[in-house]
């Protein structure tokens, strides 16, 4: 009987968002916590949207849509020179690897005292609570107004692991892993532009 049940096999509990996966019943929980096909969220929709990496892209890029938040294409290993262009509110874009990886950047309104603006970088992938490893890392670049023809006011660089999120809506633009804060100084023209760019590696 043991022989019997340990052979025992489930579908995947993401069957519907992709996974055609039937595992063995000792390990369907194992595999859900890792299954590349969980689901990631919206929550500002009635109901709430559900649905794979995939489908949460065409959901909030979608013309006709809700959203309709922008997308660039980006090369892992180079440096993407990125402008936001939103001096009142928060500004997210979409970032789709060659792969058809998605990740976020989130670039808050700057309401705090200081008017800092918060820089957030995430990898949209489903399971985020419950698989938090880390599979890219990235380095940010904040580039402030040119002070004198040729001359950078200045530049600031971090690094880090890029968090996973499976709902980018609720991102907490005052901490993270790829993250920075843009002071007034750095932003351009009288519009408040931000200009940055952005490298992200795979973990081999």
């Avoid at 976020?104 to 990898?123: I, M």
């Avoid at 489903?126 to 599979?135: F, H, V």
């Avoid at 991102?171 to 932003?187: F, I, K, R, S």
């Amino acid at each position: 009987m043991d022989s019997v049940v340990s052979a025992y096999k489930v579908p995947c509990p993401y069957k519907q968002h992709g996974c055609a996966s039937s595992i063995v019943y000792h390990a369907a929980a194992d595999h859900k916590a890792k299954c590349a096909h969980a689901p990631c969220y919206c929550l500002e929709c009635t109901p709430p949207f559900e649905g794979s990496p995939a489908d949460l892209l065409r959901h909030l890029t979608a013309p006709s849509g809700k959203h309709s938040w922008p997308t660039e294409k980006i090369k892992y290993e180079s440096s993407h020179p990125l402008v936001v262009q939103a001096p009142s509110g928060d500004y997210r874009c979409l970032l789709v690897a060659e792969d058809g990886i998605v990740f976020l950047l989130a670039v808050g309104a700057g309401r705090g005292p200081a008017g800092r603006r918060p820089v957030n970088v995430v990898c949209v992938r489903g399971n985020a609570d419950a698989d938090t490893r880390p599979l890219y890392t990235g380095v940010l670049w904040v580039d402030g107004p040119l002070a004198a023809p040729g001359h950078l006011r200045g530049s600031v660089q971090v690094k880090g692991d890029v968090a996973n999120c499976s709902v980018p809506g609720e991102v907490d633009m005052e901490q993270g892993w790829l993250h920075a804060h843009v002071n007034p100084n750095m932003l351009h023209g009288e519009s408040g532009e931000v200009h940055l760019r952005l490298r992200i590696t795979k973990f081999p």
